[in-house]
T-cell receptor, first 116, second 112 residues
Framework: EAGVAQSPRYKIIEKRQSVAFWCNPI?????LYWYQQILGQGPKLLIQ????????DSQLPKDRFSAERLKGVDSTLKIQPAKLEDSAVYLC??????????????FGQGTRLTVV | KQEVTQIPAALSVPEGENLVLNCSFT??????LQWFRQDPGKGLTSLLL?????REQTSGRLNASLDKSSGRSTLYIAASQPGDSATYLC???????????FGPGTRLSVLP
């Protein structure tokens, strides 16, 4: 079974530039999450999708961050414009739809973003 | 609002020791709890998932327990090896399709 795929693995941009991250979840997983992990901290949820609908985006800085999940499969997270404090690892995860017996979450390798 | 803490923040032990990592959460209305391992520069690898109705789960040298009423989970690692060196994170999920709330992690070093 293929895991969660993310790209790119690394990205370095200057502040005020824009950047986009891509995630392909495990096949059949209806729920998709984007997390931000700052060095030395646990991951923090940015947005949660159920199929192509947003379940929770309460911690997403909507003035600069946006995310979409077209057709309920792949997802893209965008930052525009980037700030220095956005330097972090961006993790994508997926799980079966809420209500299923096993909703174990599986994570991708992450994208390490450095804003200079 | 759910808050998750992990103690200790860092741990260094000699190879062969048995060790316990602790996870505490403030809201006992959880759906499940999951333990993850994270190697430097890598994503998270799922270790064990405990449903709220379960008391423990085992996988190889790992055993995770859950006490919902006291808001605690422990991860027991038997006969630790240098390859166990990593950061261990616990995450809890609420009862209403909520996302996973993570603790800050415990950074484990197992010395040969």
């Amino acid at each position: 079974e293929a895991g969660v795929a993310q790209s790119p693995r690394y990205k370095i941009i200057e502040k005020r530039q824009s950047v986009a991250f891509w995630c392909n979840p495990i096949s059949g997983h209806a729920t998709l999450y984007w997390y931000q992990q700052i060095l030395g901290q646990g991951p923090k949820l940015l947005i949660q999708f159920q199929n192509n609908g947003v379940v929770d985006d309460s911690q997403l800085p909507k003035d600069r961050f946006s995310a979409e999940r077209l057709k309920g499969v792949d997802s893209t997270l965008k930052i525009q414009p980037a700030k220095l404090e956005d330097s972090a690892v961006y993790l994508c995860a997926s799980s079966l739809e809420w209500g299923q017996t096993n909703t174990e979450a599986f994570f991708g390798q992450g994208t390490r973003l450095t804003v200079v | 609002k759910q808050e998750v803490t992990q103690i200790p923040a860092a741990l260094s032990v000699p190879e062969g020791e048995n060790l316990v990592l602790n996870c505490s959460f403030t809201d006992s209305a959880i759906y499940n709890l999951q333990w993850f391992r994270q190697d430097p520069g890598k994503g998270l690898t799922s270790l064990l998932l405990i449903q709220s109705s379960q008391r423990e789960q085992t996988s190889g040298r790992l055993n995770a327990s859950l006490d919902k009423s006291s808001g605690r989970s422990t991860l027991y690692i038997a006969a630790s090896q240098p390859g166990d060196s990593a950061t261990y994170l616990c995450a809890v999920r609420g009862n209403y399709g909520q996302n996973f709330v993570f603790g800050p992690g415990t950074r484990l070093s197992v010395l040969p």
